[in-house]
T-cell receptor
Framework: GAVVSQHPSWVICKSGTSVKIECRSLDFQATTMFWYRQFPKQSLMLMATSNEGSKATYEQGVEKDKFLINHASLTLSTLTVTSAHPEDSSFYIC??????????????FGPGTRLTVT | AQSVSQHNHHVILSEAASLELGCNYSYGGTVNLFWYVQYPGQHLQLLLKYFSGDPLVKGIKGFEAEFIKSKFSFNLRKPSVQWSDTAEYFCAVKGAAGNKLTFGGGTRVLVKP
């Protein structure tokens, strides 16, 4: 199946610093990528929808200045958590939706990035 | 706004038992429905999906789901589970014309060998 990678898989940072998480679609092009947040023992909550070459669309309650999203190419989207605080500690999952081909419109998920802010 | 409700948070059963996980959704239009599975330590994988046509959908690994429009339900079933089916299962819905996938709270399934 299609592969979506995330880097890093696990990161610890100090409060007040910024962390960048990368999401790559390895074998398909993705015009649209999605960023989710998953709290322990809870479901995935959509944070934002990232479209290649344009500004991301954020869900209600998600601070766009805190969670910066850049989707500069058809295979890469990044999420930067700025001025991280302990309450930002969570599991961040990206998803990429195939733009064309036999996988058109299928949505594939990355393995997630666990962020711990100390 | 669309929403998804999964009735069971935890299910424990023995190998060879039958499994049924409930999923109800709320949405005022045509929907696309999905079941995803997340095995321990792994990423979400698509089990099956319904877009249109036959409301009984067959997916991978022997799973099937039935879309009952009148009940706004999309329950997942497997006749005989294996230990390897231990995982968390998520139901999700997307408006047919929309972009946003909304997930249910998930059901953790533990299959005892």
């Amino acid at each position: 199946g299609a592969v979506v990678s995330q880097h890093p898989s696990w990161v610890i940072c100090k409060s007040g610093t910024s962390v960048k998480i990368e999401c790559r679609s390895l074998d398909f092009q993705a015009t649209t990528m999605f960023w989710y947040r998953q709290f322990p023992k809870q479901s995935l909550m959509l944070m934002a929808t990232s479209n290649e070459g344009s500004k991301a669309t954020y869900e209600q309650g998600v601070e766009k200045d805190k969670f910066l999203i850049n989707h500069a190419s058809l295979t890469l989207s990044t999420l930067t958590v700025t001025s991280a605080h302990p309450e930002d500690s969570s599991f961040y999952i990206c998803s990429a939706r195939a733009s064309l081909g036999t996988r058109f419109y299928e949505q594939y998920f990355g393995p997630g990035t666990r962020l711990t802010v100390t | 706004a669309q929403s998804v409700s999964q009735h069971n948070h935890h299910v424990i059963l023995s190998e060879a038992a039958s499994l049924e996980l409930g999923c109800n959704y709320s949405y005022g239009g045509t929907v696309n429905l999905f079941w995803y599975v997340q095995y321990p330590g792994q990423h979400l994988q698509l089990l099956l999906k319904y877009f249109s046509g036959d409301p009984l959908v067959k997916g991978i690994k022997g799973f099937e789901a039935e879309f009952i429009k009148s009940k706004f339900s999309f329950n997942l079933r497997k006749p005989s589970v294996q230990w390897s089916d231990t995982a968390e299962y998520f139901c999700a819905v997307k408006g047919a014309a929309g972009n946003k996938l909304t997930f249910g709270g998930g059901t953790r399934v533990l299959v005892k060998p």
